[in-house]
């Protein structure tokens, strides 16, 4: 049963085409080969997929340096000094967009100005008015984080010192603690006289009293600074 005529258009499915290609990649390789070793011919074969993977075929007596350079003998064309003339073109591109960059800069700074006219120094004070703005929102906006960032540390050590407040009150109250009068003793035990008014001793009254509870000894005294 003879086979029918495939009609030649892109194959939409992406399997499909890729089978299709891997297929023919291969009897075109064996071509070329069976065509080499027939008739002793160069043959090189450079392809690439849709997917830019690249395959190659290079008869086995020659090299693909030597191929190309048999090619522009032949036609008399330099492939390397036309790529050389692609790449000195671009360097030139990419140098002028250098100079002009820096001339940019220059005139953002204040220099360079006495060659542009009334509408570029009018466009250019117009970049640098948009750009100042964008700066002071900038600032203004870590300014504001600073601002914040004081204020929670401010309120996490004022919540501190009312806390630290709060438990000296309450050990003020405790009856187990007591302030204690007697000045020559206090100067004796703490031995800061000279401290100010908001100095003062806390006397520890022992939980369970022993037959000795009213000797001294008995007593611990601590040092209190309001």
Not at 96 to 104: A, C, G, H, M
Not at 124 to 148: F, H, S, W
Not at 203 to 226: E, I, N, R
Request: net charge positive; proline share 3%; with cysteine.
């Amino acid at each position: 049963m003879a086979r029918g005529k495939i009609q030649i258009k892109r194959i939409e499915n992406t399997t499909n085409r890729q089978v299709t290609y891997s297929k023919r990649r291969n009897g075109l390789f064996k071509k070329a080969n069976e065509l080499t070793v027939l008739c002793d011919a160069k043959v090189s074969i450079i392809m690439f997929s849709s997917t830019g993977k690249l395959h190659e075929y290079i008869s086995p007596s020659t090299s693909t340096k030597h191929f190309f350079d048999q090619y522009q003998m032949t036609l008399g064309v330099d492939l390397w000094n036309s790529h050389y003339e692609n790449m000195q073109d671009n360097l030139k591109k990419l140098k002028d967009l250098n100079r002009n960059l820096r001339r940019e800069i220059r005139q953002r700074m204040g220099d360079c100005l006495n060659d542009l006219s009334m509408e570029d120094l009018k466009l250019l004070e117009e970049e640098m008015d948009k750009a100042a703005k964008v700066v002071r929102e900038r600032k203004y906006k870590v300014i504001t984080n600073q601002i914040d960032t004081q204020r929670k540390k401010f309120n996490n050590e004022k919540e501190v010192h009312n806390r630290l407040l709060r438990d000296l009150d309450a050990r003020a109250e405790d009856p187990r603690f007591a302030l204690m009068d007697n000045g020559g003793e206090y100067e004796s035990v703490i031995g800061f006289s000279n401290l100010g008014p908001r100095m003062f001793a806390l006397t520890l009254q022992p939980s369970h009293p022993s037959a000795h509870s009213g000797a001294a000894s008995d007593l611990t005294t601590y040092p209190l600074l309001f």
